[in-house]
């Protein structure tokens, strides 16, 4: 690859922009990311023999630097422009390796899953006269005190440290688990020597991060965007680009698109927690919270599974509650978080709710025994995986499900198949101690104080659901469908009983009830 072409534009001593008159422009700059790394992004051509990292930067140099964008977002000169730190990944790559000491003679009953750096039964004296050859230098024992447990003994800072060595199918000595001892011991000398030579630095990690100054936006909303900061670029001959506005979505990552991109202000500011999992990164990787190198072999770090953030483990406790689901995660309607699916399709409620109940109001409020009446089972799954293959383009209309019951069955089903359900755990309490009092003043005050307790999206969804359970009452002469009735077939769908033994969640099918009942008769003063 040949060098990349430096830009005619300057840089000041911050980072920032400067125009061929010495204006200085504040701004998130592409060509200014790797500011303050160890490496020069016009000299990356001369380090690719550094491995992954220069190939990535290389990469990712390439992609942004070929139409010089400059991305201008921020107006305060006092604010430095984020940079990946490389600190850490130079003390990955200055870690020690691993030096296997093999044993030269048979050892016997040696488990099959060691290998020649299995010794047997040796005293810790042996493993560490064995080891002192050099930094790194690991063996496995038998242990003396505990037999049939067994050590991995490794040298690290010129001593010998001893750790009991588990197999369960993989090789482990703490929460990280490996297909090999190799493996195993080449995580454990990174994580050892960066926590020994950046203890303080990582203590301090989480300290003005860049995550609070370039904000958050999941990768695919494009529906619910205002339209992006301008983008100016450079070109070496004046004229305009071709072709390039189509591809710049693909070109910017997942950094400077928060940087650039907004949520609408008409966008349901429903709160979110991120759906944090331990997760494997393959190839370098920076925290998109403190931008700091996520280091390790395996488990460097968790993704959230919900909009893709990437973190560290101990920033993901600092991040704001406001993930916003991508639908290249979000991958069905049905058995979804509540939250997680109306962020992600950035309505007010689950698709399926509106749907099912409009068709319901448009043919069905007449029709007897409805909710009671249940529709055929196979039927009912068969608009469950129509939402969740097609989502609001699922046909649900009289053409293709002509019995009423199946739509208000797949409602039903949503509602019970919820993780959490629309009256939450943290909320069922106070919902089944406000059924109990006996003064109807009191119960509804009780009441509306329970309603406080619920997420956005869950109280969105149980208002509307409520305003349509009462204009099923309205027309009880036809479907003979009271809001006690309709209290005995909601209450145990809107509602379970977090851990509770099995008598005492039986004994709340009563209170479920009169909660529902309660909120369908008072749907106007409550909501």
Not at 67 to 80: L, P, T
Not at 345 to 366: A, Q
Not at 415 to 429: E, G, Q, S
Request: glycine letters at 6%; aromatic letters at 8%; proline letters at 5%.
């Amino acid at each position: 690859m040949k060098r990349l072409q430096q830009s005619p534009r300057r840089t000041g001593a911050r980072g920032h922009v400067l125009s061929q008159d010495g204006d200085s422009n504040t701004g998130i700059q592409i060509q200014s990311c790797l500011v303050n790394s160890t490496f020069s992004a016009w000299d990356i051509s001369e380090r690719e023999r550094e491995g992954e990292l220069a190939a990535a930067v290389q990469s990712f140099v390439y992609r942004n630097y070929s139409s010089n964008m400059a991305i201008h977002v921020f107006d305060n000169d006092e604010y430095r422009p984020p940079v990946w730190k490389s600190y850490l990944y130079q003390l990955q790559q200055e870690a020690p390796h691993p030096r296997r000491v093999t044993c030269t003679c048979e050892v016997e009953n040696r488990p099959k899953y060691y290998g020649r750096e299995y010794h047997g039964m040796i005293s810790r004296e042996e493993a560490d006269h064995l080891l002192s050859v050099a930094e790194g230098s690991y063996l496995i024992r038998e242990s003396q005190r505990q037999p049939g447990t067994y050590t991995l003994a490794l040298r690290f800072g010129n001593q010998t440290r001893n750790f009991r060595l588990y197999y369960d199918g993989k090789h482990f000595v703490g929460e990280k688990r490996f297909e090999s001892i190799h493996d195993l011991v080449t995580d454990g000398l990174i994580t050892l020597y960066i926590e020994t030579k950046a203890a303080e630095y990582i203590a301090k990690m989480t300290i003005n991060p860049i995550y609070e100054h370039v904000g958050y936006t999941t990768l695919n909303r494009e529906p619910a965007l205002k339209k992006p900061a301008p983008v100016t670029r450079d070109t070496p001959d004046g004229k305009e680009p071709h072709g390039e506005d189509s591809g710049l979505e693909e070109r910017l990552t997942s950094l400077v698109r928060r940087a650039t991109l907004k949520e609408n202000d008409r966008a349901p500011k429903y709160e979110k927690v991120h759906n944090f999992k331990v997760h494997t990164f393959r190839g370098p990787h920076w925290c998109e919270y403190c931008a700091n190198f996520m280091w390790g072999l395996i488990a460097q770090g968790v993704k959230c599974a919900d909009c893709g953030l990437n973190v560290h483990k101990q920033c993901s406790k600092m991040v704001p509650n406001d993930c916003k689901p991508d639908l290249k995660h979000v991958k069905k309607v049905y058995s979804c978080d509540l939250t997680t699916l109306v962020k992600a399709h950035n309505s007010k409620r689950p698709m399926v709710v509106d749907m099912c109940i409009r068709e319901i109001e448009s043919r069905g409020l007449k029709s007897e025994g409805l909710y009671r009446v249940s529709g055929f089972s196979d039927l009912i799954e068969d608009v469950k995986l129509s939402f969740d293959r097609d989502g609001e383009k699922a046909d649900i209309s009289v053409n293709v499900y002509e019995d009423i019951n199946i739509i208000t069955g797949a409602l039903k089903l949503y509602f019970r198949d919820l993780p959490i359900p629309v009256i939450t755990y943290d909320a069922y309490p106070r919902f089944i101690e406000a059924a109990k009092l006996a003064e109807p003043d009191e119960r509804l005050e009780a009441l509306h104080e329970a309603l406080k307790l619920l997420p956005p999206a869950h109280y969105e969804t149980l208002k509307y659901l409520m305003a349509h359970l009462k204009r099923v009452t309205q027309n009880e002469k036809d479907n003979l469908m009271n809001a006690e009735n309709l209290g005995i077939v909601f209450g145990p769908t809107l509602m379970r009983a977090p851990d509770l033994d099995a008598m005492t969640a039986l004994n709340d099918i009563r209170y479920q009830r009169q909660v529902v009942e309660s909120l369908i008769k008072n749907e106007d003063i409550l909501f």
